[in-house]
């Protein structure tokens, strides 16, 4: 953050008072002057919200239907073959999206909240609130957070809920130190002053004062945060605790046939199999991160 | 000598005709400066003012065919010493910067780079343009420090530019620029950050060396007094045009404009004083510190007269804003107490009733950080109504209305976030929010110090109105004596945390001073061009030099 | 350099409140975990007098808070309590392994493949980052954002197979077993770590390549800079002598992280590679609810944090004269 | 400076491949032409009769392995101890039981007394000979209040262990078993050297064909050939090298990649797809392996015996044996006897898939519409989860529904396994019918995982195996052996849907016998003395 003297900016000779528009307008140049790469990442994802949102219509076959021809090659039937126990894969992929972006989806939002609420708090409360919130963060960060979610799971058992609460806990504490930290410019603020001049409670002061405020640094975060979440459920499902089955979601799908990359000189469709939903998830992440920087890029209030 | 008949103009050094620059905000491109033309002789000093907006800036960095990120030349000549800036390569322009053309920019403490040594950055230019070996370079430095009069010039370069103080910033800055010896020097607002009494020491070595070495210059500033003592001519812009030309005395004795008129009249509103033996808040001997111990107040006891305003002067530092936080109850007192209406306000404020909050309202320096920029003016003024008044819906907006008319903006304004509205604009919908509350005092912190000063005329004549129509009581805390004139019936002079005198304005303004109310009034630029020149005479007959 | 000391001794302080915190969660979630050592070294073969003979010779049948309170002690002497594995079943001496002998070997294997990555990446990832600023918004620029970005959005066993499949079953370059003993000799150590090195440099390089560029862009529109820029000073100087040594705090910030990830968050290449270091050795024995080498690993990745971040911290210091030479 | 032997050495397991070598040697400084001399001495002394350096990749090994026998419980302290020590006794390649450490033994009438004569002369790889008091301290070493082995219940009926000379022990069992002699080549049993009345097993001194160079637990476990073994013919490589690749992508990797030179525990799923590799052949062997979903008939529901026979009827075991091992196994019949075992019953009839059946019993048990819990993990066998998933499909056309519950994997044995009503297991089976039926089947086994102790059926089981035990007439075991598996087929809490086979990938350099035993992995684990370089 360079400081100060802005106020003297060239953009603000040019007009000191900036045209009113509707948020519509506002979206609609922000779109126009997207690059290709944020325009292709915003595509990608509305297409996976299609999928999540509308699986059960847009799947061939059920999630968890077992036909009997198991490792089919790929055909009209099923367009990209069946998995070990003989479910369409094409239908698992899709129903996939719904549960593993779902699951990543939550998990984000929960760590968000129980980050972003104590980080404000203690970026208002510079005392021994933040002190302590800030030291248990530290601990929580020394500990391998891979394995520790690994014994939790192991301690409470890894059904979607578990698996949503622990990464979102061992999450969150990144999320709490972007958020004091981007708190901490704001709180400063002459306008929050004001509002604790005029007797405003905590929660009015951290809901409309300040939180309006760090937005968009917290949406970038949250679209990163969401990435990793992603990949942290997909390196669990690897290590063995994921969702329960027969539920799809992608992580164990790759990790169920990832043995098959290494025939990929014998049989390619076969080899391919794995390379799909770690495709998709890879596909997912790359998007977000595209989306991701140029919002970042539009709100940091740099210019080329 | 005085800046009148300065050393016999040489031939042109800088010659600037139609210049037109675009601006980009808001995803389109502004025109910014509209076919300026502008000659500099060598040797000369030009003023450049106008407002903030005018275009000084981005015609004093055009000059060095420097355009800022988010502006572009368009159009027109610059012809620098034969050389066609506008057809020159990044490369050769670059050869010019710092070597032939020199800028000494606004805020010294932001331009230098925090992890270098002040000298390596003095004499960076010179010796990268391989003008002088970099020892060289550095001894003349030095002596260069020692010309603007800078504490022990011979090591002062060994320090980081946090170690030493913005007045000496400024100076080592103009250091920089001269070590090249340039043709040209661009000062854009080089002591605006700075108080009076620091401006004149670095005004007085900005000029003596400026001659010394007979450099052109060209100076942007917003202030007359200022411009009056450095510029041989003036140049006033206005939404990127000139309005006109001319050289200083001319321009000050009879500018034609009516524009410029305005711009010199600005200082000329006068409040007469009222005495008064009400009392509305009373403070006692008060000490506060920050943290460690380290005192800012020092027994200070300032009485506030009901409906009258009483103007705190003094210096950054001098701890004139810290006596507002405790009077506001952020920062509690270590020792004395606060009376308000005759009873004891309560230290801390979160011990404060609904009632005693409502009845202190606080307007601050800056409207861009005093306003939340998410917040509509409906949520910043429609926030106290509710909060103190309970007013909801109907009655809200009705009250919302009635205050903007009050601060003279219409309801077109009512959904306008703080990006939509101008300075003034901004600092007006403040004063709402203040009044809303229906206070019985506001202090205002430096208010008009971040505005030109056409809108500044403007918002002190609508406080004044508001104090005679309501009956407000101000506290006015400000550096800019100008202000105190205009506003106030009872000025507390503080320096170093403690109060100097305080009285009503006629005495003070007048003599026998204490000698720092002397020295600060003094620092007060005059329009008079010989008034610097005055001054250090004075001040060197009488050995108070700096 | 007092500030510098004053930073390392409070940091210090705070470190070892860390580790104790640390320890007694570790110690307590074992404690939650079902099953003990006994039932799980035994799996299925567990008889419950095999079991309670196991709890009694490993004394798991007092209660937690003295157990954790004799490991507390002995940590404080410098002793790390032996493994579980291997006392001495039915009469015999104890002949149980020390925890050192049993970490040691797989710590330097972990910290040679963390250096390893470590030594190409973040040089390559600093001079990534400063070249995209450079010439940002260009082709190079986006090129480089776009290939770091997917290269940390695959999983990282994905990657690792990928690069399986194309260095050892196509190319034959390198083996896709990174199973070294302390024997091997460096080079051949070299070789063999190749792949799970260059899968983790892939997952770090990202992060600080961005974070370079960010916090030099970031400067850039700072006033300093366009004074150097009035200054005739070039693009190149700018970046390396004015904004650089201002990043230097968030940069720094950043590879002590990712190199803690490197030492601490590596389990899954492990897996993959098949490589002796800490990580499997502390989910082995979290699985087998070997506590004390439990808690030592934790230890161990604990200290990996706080020293990093330490670093870290002094760096930022260093480069930063207001701290350096306060008023 | 690098060692040109380490070169050599890399460059014999085939770590080095050919342009890797000379890029190494010539980088030595050593001249090309004499890194090539080099290179082919090297691949030359790789390839005689006798010698060489094998290196194998199991999927099993944890970081917390001892060499304790009490404690071996997988596959790696398994192929570990069968390398460098001998047991009394030892199952063939055939599967014939031979003696080992022993010379000879024989049983009382009642086979209630075993006395083993021991070999003579044979040493401990430090050099002690071996002697019944060794013997004596190996196997009390698994009997006693405080011991921890996992050995121990199958010495439950050893009264008393006695030295009747030098080389001569008598055991006293509390009960007659023909078998028993078969129990002493189990694993756990192996004979080290003797330490105040236990064994040293510390020093991993044993008399095996190898000697432990170096032991790394859950890395790898080296061994170099013992020059005085007492065995002929046995024990061809100069150097043994058994590495943990538990990732089954990683094993398959590094045995396609020619890393190693034999794998077990090869992916049923990629089997088709592995033997198209040039340098490998798959090695399969149908052994005792089975994979089992114990219901407790002391539980509701399944104390209902119609409940069960639903369970059972509902199972498609073909669809089992197809997709969770790929056909790489046989179906199951409901009881543990395995075709490799000498009395199984081929004349009983199959049970098979039949929802009508099903329903039928489910009606006569009144319990349509009841969900039964599966406890599942893939702790119990790879494709447990999967096998869970398949039951459930086709139980649900039979109006059973199942609800398959994911247990986490550690702690599964013992918070899940012989507790849940139901939930999926396996048993890397026993050479002998008594000896699978007293481990999981007997009322009095811990291991009883179906709780099936009672009712007249069970008792009728008991006693005929108690009986059997101490028949010598083997016809008349025969009889009473196929009549157990009837009875447990039958009224038995087991459902046993499929016995797997044991799938090895091996080196087409590795020579062996055409038949390989089928009791352990690995050619009963003694590949490293069975196996040469061809």
Sequence with gaps: MSAGEESYSAAGEVSLIKARRTFAENLWRGLKSAPPTALFGMAVISTYMLFAIFAPLLAPYGEAEIFPMSYAPWSDEFMFGTDQLGRDVLSRLIYGARNTIGIAVATTFL???????????????????????????????????????????????SSATNLIIIIAILDSTRVFRITRAVSLNVVVMDYVEAAKLRGEGLGWIMRKEILPNIMPPLVAEFGLRFCFVFLTIAALSFLGVGIQPPTADWGSMVRETAGLIQFAEYDITAALTPMLPAAAIALLTVAVNFVVDWFLHKTSGLKD | MNTKNRGEKGDILLEMKDIVIDGYSDDRWHEIIKGVDLTLRRGEVMGLIGESGA?????????????RPGCRITSGSIMFDGIDLMKASEAEKRKLRGSRIAYVAQSAAASFNPSHKLIEQAVEATVRHGITPEQEAKSDAKKLFADLQLPNPDNIGDRYPHQVSGGQLQRVMTAMAMSSRPDLIIFDEPTTALDVTTQVEVLASMRQ??????????????????????????KVLRYGETVENADTRTMLSNPEKEYTQSLWSVRSIEKDEEESKDIILKIENVDAGYGGGIKVLDKVSIDVPRGHTVAVVGESGSGKSTAARVITGLLPPSKGRVLFNGQPLPLALKDRGIEQLKKIQMIYQSADTAMNPRHTVRDVIGRPLEFYLGLKGKALDKRLLELLELIELDETFVDRLPAEMSGGQKQRVCIARALAAEPELIICDEVTSALDQIVQKGILSLLLRLQKELGITYIFITH?????????????????????????????????????TKLLLSSVPEMDPDWLTGLLKERSEEQTSV | MHPVIATVLQRLALGILTLFVVSLIIFSSIEFLPGDFGEAILGQAALPETVAAFRKELGLDLPMYQRYLDWVGNVMTGDLGNSFSGRGSSGGADRSRPVIDLIAPRLANTLFLASMAAIISVPLALFLGITAALYRGSIYDRLVNALTLTTISFPEFFVAYILILIFSSFLKFFPSLANIDPTTDFWVRVHLTALPAITLMLVIIAHMMRMTRAAIINLMASPYIEMADLKGVSKSQIIIHHALPNAWAPIVNVIAFNLAYLVVGVVVVEVVFVYPGVGQLMVDAVT????????????????TYILLNLFADIISIITNPRLLHPR | MVDIKDLEKAAIDGKLDRREFMKRATALGLAAPFATSLLTQAVHAATPKKGGRFVQGTG????????????????FSQNVVYTYANHLTEVDNTGQLVPELAESYEASADAKTWTFKLRQGVEFHNGKTMTADDVIGSINHHRGEDSKSAGKSLLSAV?????????????????????????????????????????DWQAGFGTGGYVIDRYEPGVRATFKRNPNYFKSG??????????????????????????????????????????????????ETTGTLHYTFPMRVDQKPFDNYDLRMAVKYSVDREQLVQKILLGHGAIGNDHPISTANPYHNGEMAQRSYDPDKARHHLKKAGMEGVTLDLGTSDAAFSGAVDAALLIKDSAAKAGLDINVVREPKDGYWSNVWNKKAWCACYWGGRPTEDWMFTAAYVADSKWNDTAWTSGPKADKFNKLVVDARSELDTNKRRQMYYECQEIVNDDGGALIPMFANYIHAVSKKIGHDEKVAANWEFDGNKNAERWWFA
């Design chain 4, 159 to 199: 009264e008393s262990i006695t030295k009747k000379g030098k080389y001569e022990v008598e055991f006293k069992l509390s009960a007659g078993n023909a078998d028993f002699p078969f129990v002493m080549s189990d694993y756990h049993f192996a004979i080290l050297p003797e330490f105040e009345g236990n064994m």
């Design chain 4, 234 to 283: 046995r024990a061809h490589f100069d150097e043994v090298e058994t590495i943990a690749l538990l990732d089954t992508t990683a094993r398959q990797n590094a045995m396609m990649n020619d890393e190693v030179h034999a794998i077990n525990r090869v992916d049923p799923k990629t089997v088709h797809l592995l033997s198209r590799v040039g340098s490998l052949k798959i090695l």
């Design chain 2, 55 to 67: 275009g000084k800036s981005t015609l004093g960095l055009a000059s060095m065919g420097f355009a």
């Design chain 2, 480 to 516: 800019d004596i100008a202000t105190v004139k205009a506003i106030s019936d009872q000025i507390v002079v503080m320096f170093q945390g403690g109060v100097v005198e305080q009285g009503m304005k006629s005495e003070i303004l007048s003599p026998p001073f204490p000698d720092y």
């Design chain 1, 111 to 157: 760590a968000f909240l129980i980050g972003g609420c104590l980080g404000i708090a203690a970026a208002i409360s510079q005392n021994w609130l933040d002190h302590l919130l800030s030291r248990s963060v530290d601990v929580l960060m020394a500990i391998p957070s891979l394995i520790f979610a690994l014994m939790l799971l192991s301690m409470f058992g």
């Design chain 3, 288 to 303: 087998t609810r070997d506590v004390p080498v439990v808690q030592a690993c934790a230890m161990i990745f604990a200290l």
């Design chain 2, 209 to 234: 060396i400026v001659e010394q070495y007979h450099t052109a210059a060209i100076y942007i500033t917003h202030d007359l007094a200022v411009v009056a003592q450095m510029a041989d001519v003036i």
């Design chain 4, 60 to 75: 099993h090994g944890s970081t917390t392995d001892t060499l304790d026998p009490g404690t071996h419980e997988n596959g």
